[in-house]
């Protein structure tokens, strides 16, 4: 969707949809003009179900681009286009189960699935990597990504796929969040440690062994190991922010410089984290800098929608940050943003009121 540019163009589709069904309207009011009441209905009702038909085939054609250009960067990339199909067949079995069955697509956003699966295999597998198997370390990859979000997801359904005989990786990261998850410290601690005996270095053995401690109340025992997580991760904005988090938590104003400067190479790196903004704004403001913790609260806020209180934050901020300067001209940016936001939602409301 992204390569094809999906979101610019679908307008296309809704100006095409418009000018039919605004067409029928016409048409309808020219009809009932004339005497014609039921020809006039019929037109519109006409107008309108072609209009819906016009705009729900613009997007089938979107999907089925999207998928084709799936099957192709899969195939460009040399990787067998299996795990594409395995998708499928399960959002087609999801509606099996839910009793929504195949009839046709002239009523639906996307094609049928079946539709869909038939055009890709015949894609798929003609593809000299059809039967390439998957890289050993992209797939030790994903089972540890399954196995951590299956110990936050389902803590109970965790312990069971991975008992402790299982002393895979995956095993260990599912039980190191069930435990915490389930309020059993030590047990969550240990199965971190014996990740790290596997690796000592790995940055997401030593980030999951941080975050217990943090979470656990130990903030000072936290430090050290992800402050050497985001060491050996290249500063990954999302453990460099856990990493502030854990220095602004010692409540020590000895590791307060160190924790603004961790969260400023963050958020540059990835200004879309509201928790990182938080923790920034927090060290702002025990420095007396009014201004840019305001300034942070006005990121964070634009972050989460809510533009009031991104209005006022970013207003605060410019009558302390001088003017002319980076940190003042996106203060004015978030201003901007949240006054236009503010009226759109003040005119959708007098709207609906007068309805």
Known sequence: HVIAGDSIRSGQGEKQATGISILSLVLGAAALAAGAGDAAMGIMMAGQRAALGDILAFTRVQESTA???????LSQSGISGKGLLQFFNKLQNEEYRLAVYDKDSFDRDHPLNSERIEALHQKLSSDPAWNKPVDPQLEARFERVKAKLLGFVDPKQAVLKYPES???????????????????????EAEADALLTIDPHDPFFLELKGQLLLEDGKPKDAVAPLREATKRSG?????AAMLGHALVETNDPKNFQEAKQILKVAVNRDNEDPFAWYELGIIYDREGDQPRASLATAERSNLQDDPKMALASAQMAMKGIPPGTPDYLRAQDIAMVSRAELAKKDKKYRKDGNE
């Open 67 to 73: 998928d084709a250009t799936g099957a192709r960067l």
């Open 166 to 188: 299982n002393q895979s990786i995956p095993a260990h990261y599912a039980r190191a969040y069930a435990y915490h998850l389930g309020a059993y410290p030590d047990k969550a």
């Open 235 to 239: 500063d990954a904005p999302l453990i």
